[in-house]
């Protein structure tokens, strides 16, 4: 039951946070505090009272959310941490990447309160991993095992053929790709980038190590998940290679452009509506590539990346 959990939302805006505060105590049933500020967190809800999750705008007086989250995860190390802002999460990859924060919510008007809860949610109980939760109703869903290295392509239009083609799927073809490489050759197969000119093409994965992708769809949006079982990704090296991606030199040329590893995930984030990255360390990798129906899930991205 929700009501176990206590949540602290902190925003200096009193309407938004009214309006988080009343959807997750009236309809979610969390017991919810409420903070104007960061010190106002710190000075009187936090010492006062156990704290499960700490819901923080950015953009606040006196101090940050940044900062705030900073000092919540120094002294509660046990209280789940989550941002929010109205402005381009890109412009922060910098701050999460310092303060090791992978969840960033999006202020949209309306507010997204089916997204609101599920990544709550999964904060609270841990539980990261799924692409149905993003759903309202039971999607409909197909499911693949890819074992062959020099076969992906043919399994990117297989799987892509399944989804209805107002969720932009010509983008999603060049974004699956990237993540199917990453999870057969550097998930699995141990490979690095240094030597990609010598990878061998010509195996099959076991059963055991095969690469899971489950695709589901309905009226308004679509998912891509790609499940592999080695683990491999850290939560520090995707914020630190989307950082090089979008922070710019003196040239005006984005430090990262000649990483020999990372881009795809920025390319990712560019052309897919959400990228869910989930991760338990050396045992499972999980991609969740998430596109809206046209004309829809437009505006800044969140950022989702969760590790165990």
Known sequence: MNSKYRILVVDDEPEMRGMISDYLRDIEGYEVLEARDGADALENALPNSKVDLVLSDINMPIMKGFELLKIVKEHYPETKRLLITAYNVEDYLELAMKHDVGNV??????LDT??????????????????????????????????????????VHRIIGHLPENFQTKRLELVLLEMLTNAVFYGIRKETPRHREAWDYDFELSEEN?????????????????????????KADVLYWLYRQVT?????????????????????????????VNVARDRKTEIILMNYSAGSGGGYKPLYINEL
């Not at 109703?137 to 074992?147: C, H, Q």
């Not at 695709?215 to 998940?225: G, I, L, P, R, S």
Request: hydrophobic share 35%.
């Open 114 to 155: 089916k997204e609101l809860s599920v990544v709550i949610k999964s904060l609270l109980n841990n539980d990261i991993f799924g692409a149905d939760k993003y759903f309202q109703s039971e999607p409909s869903r197909r499911d693949f095992l890819i074992r062959r290295g020099d076969a992906l392509e043919k399994d």
């Open 105 to 110: 919510l999006i202020k949209t008007v309306p």
């Open 248 to 276: 710019s030199g003196e040239d005006d040329i984005p430090i990262g452009m000649f990483d020999e590893h990372g881009r795809g995930f920025y390319i990712a984030r560019k052309y897919v509506d959400r990228v869910i």
């Open 210 to 234: 095969a690469i899971r992708v489950s695709v589901f769809y309905d009226d308004q949006k679509c998912a891509v998940m790609v499940t592999d079982n080695g683990g491999r990704l850290k």
